[in-house]
């Protein structure tokens, strides 16, 4: 069956720490993916997008970069986290109507 | 641009019948999609349409007019548990979404 993992479901880190969200599907290869982050109150905003190894395209300069070093594996990474980071973070994948992971609620403090 | 709009809440009687309305401008049209999300939760996936018309699936219907740009979901019979955010979306090379319509549902 096809799944989307995401880990972990939330997440309080400290400004100016280090970000590493982690997602990979099962049952699918070469699958288009997606990160996603709400603020509070607010629509879904697409972050990144990947549709192959290697292949990233980011929608908004940020302080956040992605990379997909696996087929089935996206990574959303920061170096130095500010407080506007804090949000929620949805890995999504194109299949059938846009499946999404369970999502990190990440709070920086 | 994209623009997606929707209204921000809603409240509706348990049993009764809701409306929710989003008008899209975008670059491009490959669909239609309205998602449910609780509280805390991922969205899930409720209804897609790409062709004109009404797709009625159980209690849950969505209609899309692409010449208008509109698309409404009508959510039948309420219930206490469809108190949560109904999310528009619309795919052109990528899904956008609208910024959501919070539903409440009161007894």
């Known amino acids: 069956s096809q799944t989307i993992h995401q880990w972990p479901a939330t997440l309080v880190q400290p400004v100016g720490s280090p970000l590493s969200l982690e997602c990979t599907v099962e049952?699918?290869?070469?699958?288009?993916l997606y990160w996603y982050r709400q603020a509070a109150g607010r629509g879904l905003q697409l972050l990144f997008y990947?549709?192959?190894?290697?292949?990233i395209s980011s929608e908004v300069p940020q302080n956040l970069s992605a990379s997909r070093p696996q087929d089935r594996q996206f990574i959303l990474s920061s170096k130095k986290l500010l407080l506007s980071d804090s949000g929620f973070y949805l890995c999504?994948?194109?299949?059938?109507?846009?499946?999404f992971g369970s999502g990190t609620r990440l709070t920086v403090v | 641009g994209q623009n997606i709009d929707q209204p921000t809440e809603m409240t509706a009687t348990e049993g009764a019948i809701v409306q929710i309305n989003c008008t899209y401008q975008?670059?491009?049209?490959?669909?239609l999609f309205w998602y449910q999300q609780h509280a805390g939760e991922a969205p899930t996936f409720l209804s897609y349409?790409?062709?004109?018309g009404l797709e009625e699936k159980g209690r849950f219907s969505s209609f899309l007019s692409r010449s208008k740009g509109y698309s409404y979901l009508l959510l039948k019979e309420l219930q206490m548990k469809d108190s949560a955010s109904y999310l528009c979306?619309?795919?052109?090379?990528?899904?956008?979404f609208g910024t959501g319509t919070r539903l409440q549902v009161f007894p």
């Open positions: 999504a994948w194109d299949t059938t109507g846009y499946t």
């Open positions: 049952g699918t290869s070469n699958p288009n």
């Open positions: 990947s549709v192959g190894i290697g292949q």
């Open positions: 975008t670059s491009g049209f490959n669909g």
């Open positions: 349409n790409v062709l004109d």
């Open positions: 979306a619309v795919l052109s090379d990528k899904l956008i």
